[in-house]
């Protein structure tokens, strides 16, 4: 059963947009600097995986299994919060967006001040760390059951503009939120791609930040029914 939100749906929404922006931001910085790999959208990553059967693919294999690997345990640290801290919503979101916070800037700063490098090791280091946050990101999105704000995938959302278009003979029926979010990750890329020209650290930090903004949104707004009076 998804969870009520601790605020309006207005400002659920806002909130999930945001943490759908963290995820093309921290995707453009994996792709682009990271060994073409997923750190967020996984389904690419699976893709690759199955080249691993085909010799000399050309694709980064320890990479992809890397990412994998811990964005699935970030869905069960994510799992774990929801589950242990069901009884109050907005500590949940709190410890759960945190530790994704810290762990968002500490690997800003790591790679900022060079002790993670982009192409040694270091990378995979990077990888797992970004991994594990957004897989835990997803798992908490996914609690709020809203199908189009996963905020790491985006293809059913896409086939639903598809399927429920007017041209498809439906009605059109959450044909905004569904253009917003796929805005919103492209947004988030156009941005982490941009940015990443110049520096990289800095939007793992910007990807932090948005992070925070959105664990702002549910901690401090009103509850439904006081946003309605």
Request: no cysteine; aromatic share 8%; proline share 3%.
């Amino acid at each position: 059963m998804p969870v009520v939100s601790p605020v309006s749906d207005r400002r659920t929404v806002v909130a999930l947009l945001l943490l759908t922006f963290a995820t093309g931001l921290v995707d453009a910085v994996s792709v682009l600097f990271l060994g073409h790999v997923f750190v967020a959208n996984m389904t690419g990553n699976v893709i690759f995986l199955g080249f691993w059967f085909v010799p000399h693919s050309g694709v980064d294999m320890v990479a992809a299994l890397v990412s994998f690997t811990f964005f699935v345990l970030g869905t069960i640290v994510g799992g774990r919060f929801a589950r242990h801290l069901d009884h109050d919503v907005r500590l949940w979101l709190a410890t759960a967006m945190s530790a994704e916070v810290v762990l968002l800037v500490a690997l800003s700063a790591l790679a900022g001040t060079g002790v993670l490098r982009y192409h040694d090791n270091g990378r995979l280091v990077l990888i797992a760390g970004l991994a594990l946050a957004f897989g835990a990101q997803s798992a908490t999105a996914r609690q709020f059951g809203i199908q189009e704000l996963s905020t790491t995938v985006l293809t059913s959302t896409i086939v639903g503009l598809g399927v429920d278009s007017r041209l498809a003979g439906g009605s059109g029926h959450r044909e905004k939120l569904r253009y917003g979010t796929v805005l919103t990750m492209l947004a988030g890329a156009a941005t982490g791609a941009t940015l990443t020209r110049f520096a990289v650290a800095p939007v793992i930090g910007l990807a932090a930040f948005v992070v925070a903004a959105s664990l702002a949104v549910f901690h401090f707004g009103k509850p439904p029914a006081a946003a309605e009076r």
